[in-house]
């Protein structure tokens, strides 16, 4: 059975870092997109940034600069590293798998098949 599970979450302060975690099994991240979304109380959920080998990567122009998505296809582990955080970050963040994706499509959550349980970053002015 597929399963996604998310870690890394906290508290941080503006301007801080945090490195999200997705760990994966069931299936092999060689044969798939990993995407990262987030959901702030109240707002729509959000694509944040999507790594695939056959795509490559993709990031929300909110993020572009700040946060770096990478993985390690012998652990089935994918990472989000957050840098200069911001109040607006703040989100239960998700992982999520699809089959393929692409520029046109990677933000869009009814591409992605799994979904991991979600961890809270909370970031602080």
């Known amino acids: 059975e597929v399963q996604l599970v998310e870690s890394g979450g906290g508290l941080v302060q503006a301007g801080g870092s945090l490195t999200l975690s997705c760990t994966a099994s069931g299936f092999t991240f060689d044969d798939h997109a990993i995407g990262w979304f987030r959901q702030a109380p109240g707002k729509e959920r959000e694509g944040v940034s999507c790594?695939?080998?056959?795509?490559?990567?993709y990031y929300a122009d909110s993020v572009k600069g700040r946060f770096t998505i990478s993985s390690d296809s012998a652990k089935n582990m994918v990472y989000l590293q957050m840098n200069g955080l911001k109040p607006e970050d703040t989100a239960v963040y998700y992982c999520?798998?699809?089959?393929?994706?692409?520029?046109?499509?990677?933000?869009?959550?009814?591409?992605?098949?799994?979904w991991g349980q979600g961890t809270q970053v909370t970031v602080s002015s």
């Open positions: 999520a798998q699809a089959h393929f994706v692409s520029h046109h499509s990677w933000y869009r959550p009814f591409k992605y098949d799994h």
């Open positions: 790594i695939s080998t056959r795509d490559g990567t």
